[in-house]
């Protein structure tokens, strides 16, 4: 191996599905090979057979979709507000000095640590699940997309302005479709921790979801259902990823390498 | 009456916490011809770009005053068209929509536009090159395109900043013969700053050379050669001359900012 030489797309395929095959193997080895005791650790094969069991008997799909909403609805909520603020924050100075100090605070609130206010506040309804999200996501995009936006190379600007940009173009024609495919790269970052929040949302206080059922699963020892879920989550936020990355590339042709 | 009036236009860089105070531009007076092409030769520090940026409305003077047809410039403006040494196209439009940039922001309708910019586009030679985008194209060719860029919104005058400053050899005498052809075709009034001479002899038809910082006027040379100027110019004995004499005035001031005055 030479360092940063590259692999080929092949191989690079190769490479990841063979980690996932010796993670299979070891968590094999040490199950079914008697290692790990099945009241902690369920085997691969009973992992599979109790997933099953929840999308068949128990409408686990129902608490699958209800999850996704959750996250999707919280996550665009709090896009709705900080895309706007953050652009704000970006393009002029005095409103950055003005929120800075405050996002910047906030953004280290745990979003966990709100659930019981939150409770308090909202109930536990969907309100309460979409406001955890919120307050999660909502602190992070607002700083990540003010620094993309401001950090735009000064000499471009003062090109739109020797072409007769307005303040207003500058941001709208220059600042922005500079940032954009930076923006949409946070929004895959965030929408990824927005999945965490989501799940502890859950754990407390909830009746449907997949961190509902992890909840209920504990109560009965299933190891195998818990697990289901947890890989159940990873695989929907690794295809939401790759989705991203996809549009990500149809949108902005410009900006890959 | 002159196009563009440069009266005792200075610089002073504030201090920055205990130092003191840097002067970068002496006050300084230059008077623009209408259709003139003027470089401004210097070494680098002499405060040569601080001047063009001043024009530009890019940098503020700290004395004196411009005034382009009597108005006096205040900021940046689509009437005096700039070119960057940094690659300043917009990475996500294409060679034409980067060259329309200043047209929309006009008003002009997107027909009309999109029309001027590919002439512009074929004028600077990149008439197969319309769709492509900023980082598809060599350095030339996005220089090509910031000028085509800046000439589309007809500014009344053309400011260079070492527009070819990093560009190979080869692909800069191309370059120059290119922004000569299109002067002589277009009639412009143009300031172009560089520090080679070979350059600012080639392209000038006045060369105003410039001392180590602070920077003033220390020579105002007329090139007295014919238009057009075909490449094969720079070896007549009349070019050589001015050379070696600027070569002369550029290397006393060179002398000096490396000593560090």
Request: some cysteine; proline content about 9%; overall charge positive.
């Given at each position: 191996m030479k360092p940063l030489q590259p692999v080929s797309a092949a191989a690079r395929v190769g490479y990841g599905v063979a980690f996932f095959a010796l993670f299979v193997a070891v968590w094999s080895v040490a199950t079914f090979g008697g290692y790990v005791q099945k009241l902690f650790l369920a085997d691969p094969l009973a992992m599979v057979g109790e997933g099953w069991n929840l999308l068949v008997n128990h409408g686990f799909i129902v608490d699958i979709g209800m999850t996704i909403w959750r996250v999707l609805g919280g996550f665009v909520l709090a896009v709705v507000v900080a895309l706007p603020l953050g652009i704000l924050m970006g393009a002029y100075k005095p409103v950055e000095a003005f929120l800075e100090p405050f996002v910047s605070f906030a953004?280290?609130?745990?979003?966990?640590?709100f659930i019981p206010l939150l409770i308090l506040w909202?109930?536990?309804?969907e309100t309460q699940k979409l406001l955890v999200i919120f307050i999660g996501s909502f602190f992070q995009l607002v700083l990540m997309i003010a620094v993309a936006v401001g950090g735009i190379r000064r000499d471009l600007v003062d090109a739109a302005y020797t072409l007769g940009a307005s303040d207003p173009s500058v941001v709208r024609r220059v600042l922005l479709p500079n940032a954009a495919p930076e923006i949409a790269e946070i929004f895959r970052l965030v929408l990824g921790w927005a999945w965490t929040y989501v799940i502890v949302a859950e754990l407390i206080?909830?009746?449907?979801?997949i961190g509902h059922m992890i909840t209920d699963s504990q109560a009965l020892l299933n190891t195998g259902q818990i697990i289901f879920g947890i890989i159940v989550i990873g695989l929907i936020g690794l295809v939401s990823d790759f989705l991203f990355k996809a549009v990500n590339q149809r949108l902005f042709p410009w900006a890959q390498a | 009456m002159s196009k563009l009036l440069i009266d005792q236009v200075g610089k002073v860089f504030p201090a920055r916490g205990k130092g003191q105070p840097t002067r970068a531009l002496m006050p300084t007076s230059l008077n623009v011809a209408d259709n003139d092409f003027i470089t401004i030769l210097g070494p680098?520090?002499?405060?040569k770009s601080t001047l063009l940026r001043i024009v530009g409305g890019l940098e503020t003077a700290t004395e004196g005053k411009i005034l382009l047809d009597g108005a006096p410039v205040t900021g940046p403006g689509a009437d005096r068209g700039f070119v960057f040494q940094s690659y300043t196209l917009f990475p996500w439009l294409t060679v034409v929509q980067n060259i329309a940039f200043g047209l929309r922001e006009k008003g002009v309708p997107e027909r009309e536009r999109l029309d001027i910019a590919r002439k512009w586009a074929e004028r600077v030679g990149l008439a197969g090159f319309v769709d492509h985008f900023p980082k598809q194209l060599s350095g030339g060719m996005q220089q090509r395109t910031a000028i085509a860029r800046a000439l589309a919104n007809d500014p009344k005058i053309l400011l260079l900043d070492e527009?070819?400053?990093?560009?190979d050899n080869q692909t800069r005498a191309l370059m120059q013969e290119m922004l000569l052809g299109i002067w002589e075709r277009e009639q412009k009034t143009v300031l172009f700053v560089t520090h080679d001479i070979e350059e600012a002899i080639f392209v000038g038809s006045r060369v105003v050379v410039m001392s180590a910082r602070p920077g003033r006027i220390k020579a105002d040379i007329p090139v007295e050669l014919p238009h057009p100027?075909?490449?094969?110019?720079?070896?007549?004995p009349e070019f050589v001359a001015l050379k070696e004499r600027l070569v002369e005035e550029i290397r006393v001031e060179a002398v000096l900012a490396a000593e560090g005055h």
């Open positions: 953004r280290y609130l745990p979003a966990s640590a909202a109930g536990i309804g206080g909830s009746s449907s979801g | 680098s520090g002499c405060g527009p070819f400053g990093a560009l100027r075909p490449y094969t110019i720079k070896t007549s």
